[in-house]
């Protein structure tokens, strides 16, 4: 038995991830804060396939000691897939920004990430058809003023990802690692990095994608070779090669 793991899959794109993954016929590990949401997924899962194995971990990827248990309690699982795909937004100047919403923030998009990326390269670098996605931003590619942290921390989702597909890549190892770099996304998100009780994106913005959408361009980048998939200003959805400089040796 094979899983995909997908982190923040109580909502948005995580969400529609995983029943991508789940019409593919793949079993899956699931992860949030809100069981509920997780519960709600499975049962939607199992109406598409009952067959599937889908198990629920409820974590706060804010904490670190959370963030090793629940890598520690998914070692006797053979993983194919890991998507780091948990992260939240923060729409702030930084001179107004919210330090504790920051530290929580930084902790989530970099800190976790980062751990749980390391675990994964360790224990699975060596087997067939394994693939790592961190799911990054068009503001990893960008810097977007008003929301310069949140910027700068998928800045570092996209660099950290991208050295580490070519580290794997030059050590032979079999393992893929991937960046999905969405541009807005009609999810959670908004609502969350402005602190508003909610956040209506036809009437706010130009354009945007779905969940749903994003969710398959994920299938893309997943089915692909390529180390990036990235919306550009256009909101075209681009696969490519490494887009940040590498200084080999
Ligand atoms: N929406 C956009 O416009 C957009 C654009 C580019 C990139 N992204 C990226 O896409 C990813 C998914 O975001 P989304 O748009 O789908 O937003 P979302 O609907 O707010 O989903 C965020 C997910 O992350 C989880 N999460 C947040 N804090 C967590 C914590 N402390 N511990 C565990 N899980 C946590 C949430 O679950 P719980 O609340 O249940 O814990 C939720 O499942 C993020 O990395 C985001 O940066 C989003």
Redesign the pocket.
């Known amino acids: 038995m094979k899983y995909t793991v997908i982190?923040?899959?109580?909502?948005?794109?995580?969400?529609?991830t995983a029943l991508a993954f789940a019409a593919r016929g793949k079993n899956l590990i699931i992860?949030?804060?809100?069981l509920d949401?997780?519960e709600e997924l499975k049962t939607t899962i199992h109406n598409i396939n009952p067959e599937l194995d889908v198990i629920l971990c409820t974590?706060?990827?804010?904490?670190t000691e959370?963030v090793y248990n629940l890598y520690n309690k998914l070692k006797g699982y053979e993983i194919e897939t890991w998507i780091?795909?948990?992260?939240?937004?923060d729409s702030a100047f930084v001179a107004d920004q919210n330090l504790s919403k920051v530290e929580?923030l930084l902790?989530?998009?970099i800190e976790?990430l980062t751990i749980l990326s390391t675990l994964f390269v360790r224990d699975y670098a060596e087997e067939e058809g394994t693939q790592l996605i961190n799911?990054?931003?068009?503001?990893?590619y960008a810097i977007a003023v008003g929301t310069i942290t949140?910027s700068a921390?998928?800045y570092y989702?996209s660099s950290f990802t991208e050295g580490l597909a070519k580290e794997l890549e030059l050590k032979g190892a079999e393992l893929k690692a991937k960046v999905?770099?969405?541009?807005?996304?009609?999810?959670?998100?908004?609502?969350?990095a402005t602190d508003l009780d909610s956040f209506n994106y036809k009437e706010n913005l130009p354009m945007?994608?779905t969940?749903k959408q994003?969710a398959g361009f994920m299938m893309e980048i997943y089915d692909s070779n390529a180390v990036v998939g990235v919306?550009d200003q256009n909101y075209e959805f681009m696969l490519r090669d490494q887009i940040y400089p590498i200084i080999e040796g």
Request: cysteine-free; charged content about 20%.
């Open positions: 982190t923040g899959a109580s909502s948005g794109i995580g969400y529609e992860a949030a804060r809100r949401k997780l974590v706060d990827l804010s904490v959370e780091n795909n948990a992260g939240l937004g929580t902790r989530v998009n976790s799911v990054s931003s068009a503001l990893g949140y921390s998928k989702v999905l770099a969405p541009a807005m996304t009609e999810t959670e998100f908004a609502k969350n945007y994608h969940a994003v919306v």
